[in-house]
């Protein structure tokens, strides 16, 4: 093997560690995320206000602003989509890294697809995360604040742009195995 290959094999094992506990913690934040909206939509009121009174938050001035529990629960549920989101992209971007600890070419039409689709997620994201932004913002100081995430747009055509170069690398990687 290549030592260019061999440190990208190194490389690609600790990645796929670091990856995994993010894979990890982002699917704890999920199971966090749907058991805060099964509190706010199948308890009693009871737990419910219990539950809403950990989100009061104090100003500066003193005053408290409390969350409507639809409000919350509206946040929650974007909450669930940006992270489940972000658990696919952790996912596709795993399922590469680990083709590559394999000892696997990287230039490879599953590769090629798993990279469009996390640019595809990026996209996505970057949208749903700026109505989170917003709503956040609308939600605890009373201002709908929209800013449109343009580096998660710019990041999200990058890796597309990636994807298209692996598509190259891919029809390369084909024409040198049918020559050898």
């Known amino acids: ?22 894979f990890i913690v982002s699917n704890v934040i999920v199971i966090l ?13 009871e737990t419910k ?22 409000s919350l629960l509206i946040m929650f549920i974007f909450m669930l989509i940006d992270t489940i989101l972000i658990s696919l ?3 596709f971007v795993y399922a590469v890294f680990d083709e590559l600890r394999k000892g696997f070419t990287p230039f490879s039409h599953e590769n090629t697809a798993r990279i469009k689709k996390i640019a595809i997620i990026t996209a996505i994201l970057s949208i749903v995360g ?7 913002d609308y939600y605890t100081i009373g201002e709908l604040t929209w ?5 998660g747009m710019i990041v999200a055509i990058i890796i597309y742009c990636i994807s298209l170069i692996f598509s190259y690398g891919c029809d390369l990687q084909r024409e040198s195995d049918e020559t050898l």
């Not at 093997?1 to 993010?22: A, N, T, V, Y």
């Not at 206000?49 to 639809?70: K, Q, W």
């Open 147 to 151: 800013r449109v995430n343009i580096i």
């Open 49 to 70: 206000s219990s539950f809403l009174a950990a989100f009061d938050v104090t100003a500066i001035n003193g005053t408290t602003i409390s969350i409507e529990a639809r």
């Open 1 to 22: 093997m290549k030592p260019s290959q061999e440190k990208i094999r190194d490389m690609s094992k600790k990645i796929s560690i670091i990856l995994r506990l993010g």
């Open 130 to 136: 700026s109505c989170s932004d917003a709503l956040v």
């Open 33 to 45: 995320s749907l058991i805060a909206i099964g509190i706010l939509v199948f308890l009693g009121e």
């Open 89 to 91: 992209a952790i996912f």
